[in-house]
């Protein structure tokens, strides 16, 4: 694979030019282009440039609209809802997240419901806002049927990510996401493209073959991790991100999709907790004593401590060549 060198404001400003040039509006592209620069900056690279070409072929269809406008509605004291009017997630999110985070600061907890959005991005982005506001949270989103429920061979759950966020006062939040598939499908595609193997249990081929090749993988199906255990979690996310905020399931998001290669309508929930208002003063020396604890075991590693590492390093970024010349084509 032949890379190339990237600076970070060389990857926002790509980002961004793609944007408007494919029918974004200042807001939509701002808020797509600074989504794709922190992943990249935090190494999360399937979630980064690499997502450009099924934002473009979305805005092309005319699926998502790259000048809408999400609307706020507070459905009770603790209840925050946004529709997102065919928006990507990120815009729709940027209008949300700051009133839930007064909300929960206000009540002790809040949630957020997402609806008629297009969620292409990595979910770290809302739990750690939060986080970095001194709250607790928990955030997921459905996907198109990727995933085969334990015990079956066909596909029907999304890939279906969680993410969940700590706040540390003056320290890193702990913060993890992951898809309740065995690996998420990005990392999936980029396996494949680049001609490596994955792990033995990661999914099945067409015909319900374990196999570790990636290709066959995506033409096939995805599996839990942990068997009947991630089943079960991603169960969970398709009732709260679709159950509960009366958007699409994953099945109905294949159904009712225009198959251009974008991401589907969907929604995300994302909840909110004050460990200030629920646990009262204290909170914080009790917590780090536990994290004293964890960390002073050989060998663990605190979730999300690779990527706020990354973080720190304002060099450039070495980046996939022919992906760099496909998003140039977009104009």
């Given amino acids: 694979m032949t890379t190339t060198s990237l600076t970070l404001s060389e990857i926002y400003n790509l980002a961004h030019k793609t944007m408007l040039a494919n029918g974004c509006d200042e807001a939509n592209a701002e808020a797509l282009a600074d989504i794709i620069y922190r992943a990249e900056r935090d190494g999360s690279h399937s979630h980064g440039l ?57 009540t002790g907890l809040a949630a957020l419901s997402l609806t008629n959005v297009h969620h292409f991005a990595a979910l770290w982005p809302e739990t750690e806002f939060l986080a970095d506001r001194g709250l607790a949270s928990i955030a997921c989103t459905a996907y198109m049927p990727t995933v085969a429920p334990a015990g079956s061979k066909e596909k029907l759950f999304g890939t279906n990510p969680i993410s969940f966020a700590w706040p ?21 595609q980029i396996a494949a493209r680049d001609g490596n ?28 991790f942990g068997g009947y255990k991630g089943s079960a979690i991603a169960l969970m996310v398709e009732l709260l991100a679709a159950g509960l905020t009366g958007e699409q399931f994953s099945y109905e998001a294949k159904n009712n999709d225009n198959g251009d290669g974008g991401p589907p ?27 004293e604890k964890l960390c002073g075991l050989d060998g663990v590693r605190v979730p999300g401590e690779r990527r706020h590492k990354n973080r720190l390093d304002k060099g450039p970024r070495m980046i996939n060549t022919d992906l760099i010349q496909t998003i140039k084509s977009f104009g």
């Fill in 168 to 188: 540390r006062p003056g320290k890193n939040p702990i913060c993890f996401d992951m898809a309740t598939s065995s690996m998420a499908l990005g990392d999936l």
């Fill in 50 to 106: 690499f997502r450009i070409p099924g934002y473009v072929k979305a805005l092309r269809s005319g699926k998502v609209d790259g000048k809408a406008k999400p609307k706020i509605t507070k459905k009770s004291s603790v209840i925050i809802q946004v529709d997102g009017n065919s928006s990507f997630a990120p815009l729709a999110q940027a209008v949300g997240l700051p009133e839930l985070s007064k909300l929960a600061l206000e």
């Fill in 265 to 291: 309508r969907g929604g995300e929930i994302v909840f909110a907790f004050s460990p200030e208002i629920i646990a009262g003063n204290g909170w914080e020396l009790h917590v780090e004593g536990f994290m």
């Fill in 197 to 224: 193997q994955v792990p033995l249990g990661t999914g099945l081929d067409k015909d319900g073959l374990a196999t570790t090749d990636p290709a066959k993988i995506a033409a096939g199906v995805l599996l839990p």
